[in-house]
Structure formats: structure tokens, C-alpha cells
């Protein structure tokens, strides 16, 4: 269990999961253009709305087009988590028998109970149903209230588009569609980890005899949460609550269930600190900033005392007042 290989097998796939999100999001991003250019046709052949019926009128064949885009969005999440489940069934296959596929010593769930047990759980409250409404519901009531500012200004339909398109000076990305896109991306990216892990939970919960410890593995790089570096390696007993990710949105860490009879400790997955010990000091720098890079290559405080009790990294100020001795050391009394 947790030999090299199946270390980097691990990391693999969840990268490799992250590769797979990036092909989903682009099918979301096409699919929210052409909502985007629907209701730009609509508003250019609809003529004149500065009287309250055609206005009315106009609202509402914009709706109802953005409507029917939120059906095709769903069919596009739903199929796109759908494949993120079957991924995880595919490297469950392998993961825990080093590559020699299903063993008759775990119960493997069907994959059709994978992915209806993985999409039925709720992502922070919402099942994927909610919240695809809840994208389509934000958008329609940007695109309504832009439209009416424009009609209250008595602008022209040419400048309500260019409403809706944002500021210049923005390059659009203030706009009402670029707002959309990007909360429909973080779904997308924090969904893929959401219902990938909601399937490994599955095969873990069947298996509850078979395993003792948990073990959170973290993807770590540049781009690692602090929570996600603070809980790297961390091992889970039957004791405690597991905190299964998705933590933050589009977090790319995963738990992994460890057998009876095998030491958690054995395995040697990554700590924060584990992975720090063999970045250059360039790197470190990089990720923890000057002064917290400065403690930690000097050799005066190990990274795990750079977070607080609940996984969140402390300010220098919480640093400083919990390490006076150390801080006072290194950067003298005035600092």
C-alpha cells in the first residue's frame, strides 16, 4: 500500500481530474456565448424598448431564452460530473491493489451507483440541480437590471450591448457574461472534485471493515490553499470527523481510506513540510512570502507552526505575537 508509484498514481489523477474539468469548462464557456449572443440578437431585433410594454415584452423573450440555456448547461454538467465519477470508479479499480485491478477483498459499488450516490450529494447545501438555477437566476437578473439602467438613461439598443458587454477600461471582464462564465468555471472545477471524491467516499463507506485510518492528500503546488497545505498528510482516526474536500472552491485534494494492519505513518504522503524540504529557496520565498520564507530556511520555526488550529495560515502578526523569542531574533525589536 502507498508505494511510490501508487503516490504519483495518486497525484496523477487528481491533476489528471483538473486536466479533465479544463474540457468541461470550455463546453460551459461555448454553450454561455451563445446565450450571450441569443439575447445580443434578441435585444438588436427587438427595436426600440423605452416604452414600458415593449420593454416588458423584450424582458421576457430574454428570459425565456436564458431559460433554455440553463437546461443545455445542466445537460452539460451533468455529463461532465458524470464522467468525473466513472474516472474515479476506473482508478479505484487499480489504486488500492497497486495496479492489479478489483480485488475480491473490497466491495466495489456499480458505477451507475457511483455516479447517481456521487451527483445526489450536495455541494455546500445545493445538489447540481440548484445550482445550475442559481447561474442561470444571477444571470437573467444582471442582464435585467443592466437593460433596465439603459432604458432609465434612455440609451440606444447599440449602447444597452455595450451595457451588458462592461467597461473598456476592463476589457469586458466586468461585464455581465464574463461574471457569469467565471462563476459557472468555479462550479464546474469545485463540482469535478466534489463528486470524484463523493465517489472514492462511497467505495470507503462500503468497505468500513476494511479500513482503519484516512489519510488527506494534498496537489502540492504554487497554487496550494493554505488550508490544503496545513492538512497535507494529515491522518484521520475512527475518532475524528473526516473533512472530505472539496474545501475551497475548485480544491483539488482527495482522502484516501488505509487498510487494517498497515500504519498511516508508513505511508509517507507529503506534509507541507515534507514537500518544502525540497523546493529551492527561490520557491520558498515564492510561497511563503519574505518574512515566513526568512524563519523557515533559517531553520527557526517548521512550517506547521505557520497555520493556525484551524488550518488557515496566520498573519505576520499572529506570527510574530506567537513566536516573540524567534521573530525578535531574526528581525530584531522594531519590526
Known amino acids: 500500500m502507498a508505494t511510490p508509484a501508487q503516490q504519483n498514481a495518486l497525484i496523477s489523477h487528481r491533476v489528471g481530474l483538473e486536466h479533465f474539468s479544463n474540457g468541461v469548462v470550455r463546453k460551459v464557456l461555448r454553450h454561455l456565448s451563445e ?61 488500492y491493489t497497486e495496479g492489479k485491478g478489483p480485488s ?23 445538489h447540481l440541480e440548484a445550482w445550475i438555477r442559481k447561474l442561470t437566476n444571477d444571470q437573467i437578473r444582471e442582464v435585467n437590471r443592466q437593460i433596465r439602467i439603459g432604458v432609465t438613461l434612455g440609451e440606444g439598443i447599440d449602447t444597452v450591448v455595450k451595457r451588458l458587454g462592461g467597461s473598456i477600461g476592463a476589457f469586458g471582464a466586468d461585464s455581465v457574461w464574463a461574471r457569469s462564465k467565471r462563476s459557472a468555471e468555479t462550479f464546474v472545477r469545485t463540482g469535478v472534485s466534489h463528486v470524484s471524491n463523493q465517489a472514492h467516499k462511497i467505495f470507503i463507506d462500503n468497505n468500513a471493515d476494511v479500513f482503519a485510518e484516512w489519510v488527506h492528500v494534498s496537489v502540492l503546488d504554487s497554487r496550494t490553499s493554505d488550508i490544503c497545505q496545513s492538512l497535507a498528510g494529515h491522518v484521520y482516526d475512527r475518532a475524528e470527523d473526516v473533512e472530505w474536500p472539496p474545501l475551497h472552491p475548485a480544491c483539488r485534494s482527495t482522502i484516501i481510506g488505509v487498510p487494517k494492519g498497515t500504519s498511516a505513518k ?70
Do not use: C
Not at 113 to 124: M, Q, W
Open 35 to 95: 446565450v450571450e449572443a441569443d439575447v445580443t440578437n434578441a435585444l438588436h431585433r427587438g427595436g426600440d424598448i423605452r416604452t414600458k410594454a415593449k420593454l416588458q415584452k423584450q424582458l421576457q423573450v430574454i428570459h425565456d431564452l436564458q431559460k433554455e440555456g440553463e437546461q443545455v448547461l445542466r445537460g452539460i454538467a451533468e455529463e461532465g460530473l458524470s464522467s468525473a465519477v466513472l474516472a474515479e470508479a476506473h482508478f479505484l479499480d487499480d489504486f
Open 104 to 126: 475480491q477483498l473490497f466491495d466495489y459499488p456499480s458505477a451507475s451507483t457511483l455516479v447517481a450516490g456521487a451527483l445526489a450529494e450536495p455541494l455546500a447545501n445545493k
Open 266 to 335: 508508513s505511508l509517507k504522503f507529503d506534509t507541507f513540510e515534507d514537500w518544502l524540504k525540497r523546493q529551492s529557496p527561490a520557491k520558498i520565498h515564492q510561497i511563503l512570502g519574505p518574512a515566513r520564507s526568512r524563519l523557515y530556511l533559517e531553520g527557526k520555526i517548521k512550517a506547521d507552526r505557520f497555520f493556525n488550529n484551524k488550518n488557515h495560515m496566520l498573519t505576520l502578526e499572529e506570527l510574530k505575537a506567537q513566536n516573540k523569542g524567534v521573530w525578535t531574533r531574526a528581525f530584531g525589536n522594531d519590526n
